[in-house]
């Protein structure tokens, strides 16, 4: 029932928007979907009794094995959260934005929905992997339709990037059903047992996907180009959600398939994604348009996240679930806040900022409560999983967490260096400037509030995710 | 059989209408007539190893459900053929019976049994086409299509000929099985070798296989839209089915076997990396065609009990995708005064959102993006690849279709790049039936699958 719901609720409105076309009204039956939505999510939480939950099990072409399973876990539940309360917050930036054809917009937001919703849903490898595809056709036409400078070329890339991933997936995962002869069914995944040397090789091949879709290091190139070209709900929803689909996969697949490889690897991976995460927050630190500078910052934020999910521990993984959850709360407040001053200023350049605070004293408190996130500091939701993370590549090796370190003050020098040049210095403004309106308030206090309240109170998110790391650490070799 | 002799009659008819100026009856009346073989071929006629014609014949599930799927695609041809040939001013009837007769030799490709008969149906099923490829005569690359085809028919023929001897020489037979059982006991044979191999090459032209594909990039080009589509969908459906009913049940020697593997890598190469570079449309959906004929051949390299219903699935889905985009081109080339290039499309979401729409998914399913048919059709011959022990052709296949995907969103792209002189089509009713038919279609077969070859 919860399975149908989240998938039809998004997918029957966004349908409707397609065919009706209500200009006026758009927006509001998007929000009242993604609402909606988010009470049924709210709803499978608060009925959540632990183990995995199935709730459909039909075969849907016997012959070839395609097999339509759906249900949630703990980490699916968690990410099933994560898209239901991202998505009024997506659909809501709109508000501001003002693009032609709101019908359009508000459609393929809501199909991007119904297939990330497909899949955190999918039980069986292949019906995630069509999700997983799927979920790229809306965010392709959002992208070219209402992007930026140059998005003609950036869109296809991004396409391209993403789809050989996609396709280095596909031939994976086809190769273990051609293997072991089994059904697909997550629940079987971890009794494969493939050969080591298989598993050395195959890791790539299913890696490679969620590597290019995370992205870490050095399959990150689409990924700047892309944020800052994509319209403002584009790069929403391509850093809040479906950067998660990397992490899920490799929580999910990677390490249920070939935990030797895993092993193997594990090193490697780390490495890359510090590197990464560190060669990103210098790059953040010398950019000087605001959107870039997210774009590098999520890139250095996604680098930790994997690396903590590779350290292979209990801190680790479960650190860099959480931090998931955390990273999407911030990089929805960070986007909606330069939307706002790029509303305002008419640039998102922060050179042209500057001085900022006398004019809007409310949204710079706001952008400060939203920061103070983003550096980690302590009784907010990103310090709990960082901290985690951060223990977790300690328990591998004290040199990794110090690199670790490093990344969380890089983050903190161009957050704080960008609110400087954007908020304080001599105000030079001869216009009068609106201060932070209700709509701003309305969207920033929950974001805010939702961070400290699970940074204070960590446990109801650490408990989802407890039972199925547990269960994945008792599989690692 | 009956099928066979009704289409074959019908065609006569056809020519005898055309004579007495009845253009308003040609179309209805050929549909009517493929609507009746179909129903020929759907009820009566699911007979296993229904062997007629002194063994020539082999009307089995497999022959039966190809054939079906052919006439369906005629039918949808011919639909668009009402609009298509409203223009011109004669020879219309002579259009729909060499078509027609076309038709008659691809069914017989599907289900002979016997090497004459191979030889016998693709005579059949490419003088025909010789004469349609060259049916604008005004035309000047129409003609050099015709002239270009008919070369290199010819000479395929002959290698096709050539090979059919040879065989001959060294079983004694042309009957199919007992070829097939001599192949078992024929190592080291290499009359029997070289015979393979160039019937094999006599049929790799017709699917239009890498080295054998010069022709088909010019004579997609030249010839007419519609005898382009036919000759993309029929021709190519009913040539596969033979070489499958050709090596079917052979144990093919270890030469014929690398020839086969290195012409599949060669084929999807090829194929999809000179696709990349092409600006005019049809010549894009021939080398298209080029690489789906790799992943097709891709099927054959492994010996499966599933091999046919992967072809059968694969060729159909790509057929109804292709009839499609054709229709599409002819009328945003009509739009454009002839132009050809992919920029036509360009602002087709702003002047036709669904037939827009409608392409893209078309070309979705060509890309093979999930929830298409194309999807179902490369991932069953990803499978196959796979399941039968060529990991590594497989892969290679794999980053292909990422190349693939690139030309075909191209092409998306351009109909959803907003313009301020945007095409102004003119649909009528019946393309749109048919674009509308082909479009749920590839959506329909891509989320029941089953529907088809189960």
């Given at each position: 029932?919860?399975?149908?719901?989240?998938?039809?609720?998004?997918?029957?409105?966004?349908?409707?928007?397609?065919?009706?076309?209500?200009?006026?009204?758009?927006?509001?039956?998007?929000?009242?979907?993604?609402?909606?939505?988010?009470?049924?999510?709210?709803?499978?939480?608060?009925?959540?009794?632990?183990?995995?939950?199935?709730?459909?099990?039909?075969?849907?072409?016997?012959?070839?094995?395609?097999?339509?399973?759906?249900?949630?876990?703990?980490?699916?539940?968690?990410?099933?959260?994560?898209?239901?309360?991202?998505?009024?917050?997506?659909?809501?930036?709109?508000?501001?934005?003002?693009?032609?054809?709101?019908?359009?917009?508000?459609?393929?937001?809501?199909?991007?929905?119904?297939?990330?919703?497909?899949?955190?849903?999918?039980?069986?490898?292949?019906?995630?992997?069509?999700?997983?595809?799927?979920?790229?056709?809306?965010?392709?036409?959002?992208?070219?339709?209402?992007?930026?400078?140059?998005?003609?070329?950036?869109?296809?890339?991004?396409?391209?990037?993403?789809?050989?991933?996609?396709?280095?997936?596909?031939?994976?995962?086809?190769?273990?059903?051609?293997?072991?002869?089994?059904?697909?069914?997550?629940?079987?995944?971890?009794?494969?047992?493939?050969?080591?040397?298989?598993?050395?090789?195959?890791?790539?091949?299913?890696?490679?996907?969620?590597?290019?879709?995370?992205p870490i290091f050095p399959f990150h190139s689409w990924q700047p180009d892309t944020y800052t070209t994509a319209p403002l709900q584009g790069t929403m929803v391509l850093s809040a959600v479906m950067?998660?689909?990397?992490?899920?996969?490799?929580?999910?697949?990677?390490?249920?398939?070939?935990?030797?490889?895993?092993?193997?690897?594990?090193?490697?991976?780390?490495?890359?994604?510090?590197?990464?995460?560190?060669?990103?927050?210098?790059?953040?630190?010398?950019?000087?348009?605001?959107?870039?500078?997210?774009?590098?910052?999520?890139?250095?934020?996604?680098?930790?996240?994997?690396?903590?999910?590779?350290?292979?521990?209990?801190?680790?993984?479960?650190?860099?679930?959480?931090?998931?959850?955390?990273?999407?709360?911030?990089?929805?407040?960070?986007?909606?806040?330069?939307?706002?001053?790029?509303?305002?200023?008419?640039?998102?350049?922060?050179?042209?900022?500057?001085?900022?605070?006398?004019?809007?004293?409310?949204?710079?408190?706001?952008?400060?409560?939203?920061?103070?996130?983003?550096?980690?500091?302590?009784?907010?939701?990103?310090?709990?999983?960082?901290?985690?993370?951060?223990?977790?590549?300690?328990?591998?090796?004290?040199?990794?967490?110090?690199?670790?370190?490093?990344?969380?003050?890089?983050?903190?020098?161009?957050?704080?260096?960008?609110?400087?040049?954007?908020?304080?210095?001599?105000?030079?403004?001869?216009?009068?400037?609106?201060?932070?309106t209700l709509r701003d308030h309305l969207y920033l206090v929950p974001l805010i509030a939702i961070t400290l309240v699970l940074g204070v109170h960590p446990a109801p998110v650490l408990d989802l995710?407890?039972?199925?790391?547990?269960?994945?650490?008792?599989?690692?070799? | 059989?009956?099928?066979?002799?009704?289409?074959?009659?019908?065609?006569?008819?056809?020519?005898?209408?055309?004579?007495?100026?009845?253009?308003?009856?040609?179309?209805?009346?050929?549909?009517?007539?493929?609507?009746?073989?179909?129903?020929?071929?759907?009820?009566?006629?699911?007979?296993?190893?229904?062997?007629?014609?002194?063994?020539?014949?082999?009307?089995?599930?497999?022959?039966?459900?190809?054939?079906?799927?052919?006439?369906?695609?005629?039918?949808?041809?011919?639909?668009?053929?009402?609009?298509?040939?409203?223009?011109?001013?004669?020879?219309?009837?002579?259009?729909?019976?060499?078509?027609?007769?076309?038709?008659?030799?691809?069914?017989?490709?599907?289900?002979?049994?016997?090497?004459?008969?191979?030889?016998?149906?693709?005579?059949?099923?490419?003088?025909?086409?010789?004469?349609?490829?060259?049916?604008?005569?005004?035309?000047?690359?129409?003609?050099?299509?015709?002239?270009?085809?008919?070369?290199?028919?010819?000479?395929?023929?002959?290698?096709?000929?050539?090979?059919?001897?040879?065989?001959?020489?060294?079983?004694?037979?042309?009957?199919?099985?007992?070829?097939?059982?001599?192949?078992?006991?024929?190592?080291?044979?290499?009359?029997?070798?070289?015979?393979?191999?160039?019937?094999?090459?006599?049929?790799?032209?017709?699917?239009?296989?890498?080295?054998?594909?010069?022709?088909?990039?010019?004579?997609?080009?030249?010839?007419?839209?519609?005898?382009?589509?036919?000759?993309?969908?029929?021709?190519?459906?009913?040539?596969?089915?033979?070489?499958?009913?050709?090596?079917?049940?052979?144990?093919?020697?270890?030469?014929?076997?690398?020839?086969?593997?290195?012409?599949?890598?060669?084929?999807?190469?090829?194929?999809?990396?000179?696709?990349?570079?092409?600006?005019?449309?049809?010549?894009?959906?021939?080398?298209?065609?080029?690489?789906?004929?790799?992943?097709?051949?891709?099927?054959?390299?492994?010996?499966?009990?599933?091999?046919?219903?992967?072809?059968?699935?694969?060729?159909?889905?790509?057929?109804?995708?292709?009839?499609?985009?054709?229709?599409?081109?002819?009328l945003a080339k009509r739009a454009a005064n002839g132009d050809e290039n992919i920029r036509i499309f360009r602002g087709l979401f702003r002047s036709a959102p669904w037939l827009a729409i409608a392409?893209?998914?078309?070309?979705?399913?060509?890309?093979?993006?999930?929830?298409?048919?194309?999807?179902?059709?490369?991932?069953?011959?990803?499978?196959?690849?796979?399941?039968?022990?060529?990991?590594?052709?497989?892969?290679?296949?794999?980053?292909?279709?990422?190349?693939?995907?690139?030309?075909?969103?191209?092409?998306?792209?351009?109909?959803?790049?907003?313009?301020?002189?945007?095409?102004?089509?003119?649909?009528?009713?019946?393309?749109?039936?048919?674009?509308?038919?082909?479009?749920?279609?590839?959506?329909?077969?891509?989320?029941?699958?089953?529907?088809?070859?189960?």
């Amino acid at each position: 029932m919860i399975a149908a719901l989240l998938l039809l609720i998004p997918f029957i409105t966004a349908t409707l928007l397609m065919v009706m076309r209500p200009t006026q009204h758009a927006r509001w039956l998007a929000m009242m979907s993604s609402l909606a939505s988010l009470a049924v999510v709210l709803v499978a939480w608060a009925t959540y009794g632990g183990g995995t939950v199935i709730q459909a099990d039909n075969d849907w072409v016997p012959a070839w094995g395609l097999r339509f399973v759906v249900g949630y876990d703990g980490v699916g539940l968690l990410m099933l959260v994560l898209t239901g309360l991202v998505f009024p917050f997506i659909i809501g930036a709109g508000y501001g934005e003002k693009l032609q054809h709101p019908s359009l917009v508000n459609a393929l937001l809501l199909y991007t929905q119904a297939f990330l919703f497909g899949v955190f849903l999918a039980q069986n490898i292949l019906l995630f992997y069509i999700f997983y595809e799927l979920s790229l056709i809306p965010v392709f036409f959002l992208l070219l339709y209402w992007g930026g400078e140059h998005r003609r070329s950036i869109t296809v890339r991004f396409f391209i990037y993403t789809l050989l991933g996609g396709l280095s997936l596909l031939f994976g995962l086809l190769y273990c059903l051609g293997q072991t002869g089994m059904n697909g069914d997550f629940s079987a995944l971890s009794g494969l047992n493939l050969p080591a040397d298989t598993q050395i090789w195959l890791f790539w091949a299913l890696f490679l996907a969620f590597a290019i879709k995370l992205p870490i290091f050095p399959f990150h190139s689409w990924q700047p180009d892309t944020y800052t070209t994509a319209p403002l709900q584009g790069t929403m929803v391509l850093s809040a959600v479906m950067l998660k689909m990397g992490l899920y996969g490799t929580f999910k697949i990677v390490f249920a398939v070939v935990p030797e490889g895993v092993e193997y690897w594990r090193w490697t991976v780390i490495a890359l994604s510090l590197i990464g995460a560190v060669y990103a927050g210098i790059i953040a630190f010398r950019q000087t348009d605001m959107k870039r500078l997210i774009a590098y910052s999520s890139l250095s934020h996604v680098g930790l996240l994997c690396a903590g999910l590779f350290a292979g521990n209990n801190y680790g993984i479960t650190g860099s679930l959480y931090q998931a959850f955390a990273h999407a709360v911030l990089v929805l407040g960070l986007l909606y806040l330069m939307g706002a001053l790029k509303e305002r200023v008419g640039s998102s350049e922060m050179g042209a900022m500057g001085g900022l605070k006398v004019r809007m004293p409310r949204l710079a408190a706001l952008f400060l409560l939203v920061l103070v996130n983003a550096v980690a500091l302590p009784l907010t939701q990103s310090f709990v999983g960082e901290w985690l993370m951060f223990a977790g590549l300690w328990q591998v090796d004290g040199w990794l967490a110090a690199l670790a370190v490093v990344t969380i003050v890089l983050g903190a020098i161009y957050m704080f260096y960008a609110f400087q040049r954007a908020m304080l210095g001599p105000d030079k403004w001869k216009l009068e400037m609106h201060d932070a309106t209700l709509r701003d308030h309305l969207y920033l206090v929950p974001l805010i509030a939702i961070t400290l309240v699970l940074g204070v109170h960590p446990a109801p998110v650490l408990d989802l995710v407890d039972a199925p790391v547990q269960l994945l650490l008792s599989a690692l070799p | 059989m009956s099928a066979l002799i009704l289409i074959s009659v019908l065609g006569v008819v056809l020519l005898y209408l055309g004579f007495g100026n009845n253009r308003r009856l040609l179309a209805p009346v050929s549909i009517a007539g493929l609507l009746g073989a179909l129903a020929l071929f759907t009820t009566g006629w699911h007979i296993e190893n229904a062997l007629v014609l002194k063994d020539l014949v082999r009307f089995d599930g497999f022959a039966m459900a190809f054939n079906r799927s052919l006439i369906l695609v005629t039918v949808l041809l011919f639909l668009f053929g009402i609009d298509y040939y409203a223009r011109m001013k004669e020879n219309v009837a002579e259009q729909y019976a060499l078509m027609l007769f076309s038709l008659v030799g691809a069914l017989l490709l599907t289900s002979f049994n016997n090497l004459l008969l191979l030889f016998l149906a693709i005579e059949i099923l490419s003088i025909p086409l010789y004469v349609l490829a060259g049916g604008k005569r005004d035309s000047f690359r129409s003609g050099e299509a015709a002239f270009k085809y008919f070369l290199q028919g010819a000479f395929a023929s002959g290698f096709l000929l050539l090979g059919i001897t040879l065989i001959y020489g060294a079983s004694a037979s042309f009957d199919l099985p007992t070829v097939q059982a001599f192949a078992a006991t024929a190592q080291g044979n290499v009359l029997f070798l070289l015979g393979l191999f160039f019937t094999l090459a006599g049929l790799a032209f017709k699917v239009a296989a890498v080295p054998f594909h010069f022709w088909s990039p010019d004579v997609y080009e030249g010839a007419p839209t519609l005898v382009t589509a036919f000759m993309s969908t029929v021709v190519k459906m009913a040539s596969f089915a033979a070489f499958y009913r050709f090596i079917e049940h052979m144990q093919l020697p270890g030469q014929v076997h690398t020839m086969l593997v290195v012409m599949t890598v060669f084929t999807l190469f090829l194929g999809n990396i000179v696709a990349l570079r092409q600006s005019q449309f049809k010549r894009l959906m021939a080398y298209s065609s080029i690489a789906h004929t790799g992943f097709l051949l891709l099927a054959f390299l492994g010996t499966s009990d599933r091999t046919s219903g992967v072809l059968h699935y694969y060729l159909t889905t790509y057929a109804l995708a292709t009839v499609g985009l054709f229709v599409v081109l002819t009328l945003a080339k009509r739009a454009a005064n002839g132009d050809e290039n992919i920029r036509i499309f360009r602002g087709l979401f702003r002047s036709a959102p669904w037939l827009a729409i409608a392409t893209m998914l078309l070309l979705l399913s060509l890309a093979g993006i999930p929830l298409t048919a194309g999807f179902i059709a490369k991932y069953r011959v990803f499978a196959l690849g796979i399941s039968t022990g060529f990991v590594a052709v497989t892969a290679f296949a794999v980053v292909m279709a990422l190349v693939g995907v690139y030309y075909y969103v191209t092409v998306i792209r351009e109909a959803f790049t907003p313009t301020a002189d945007a095409p102004q089509l003119v649909v009528a009713p019946l393309n749109w039936l048919v674009i509308s038919f082909c479009g749920v279609a590839v959506v329909l077969l891509g989320l029941l699958p089953g529907l088809i070859g189960g």
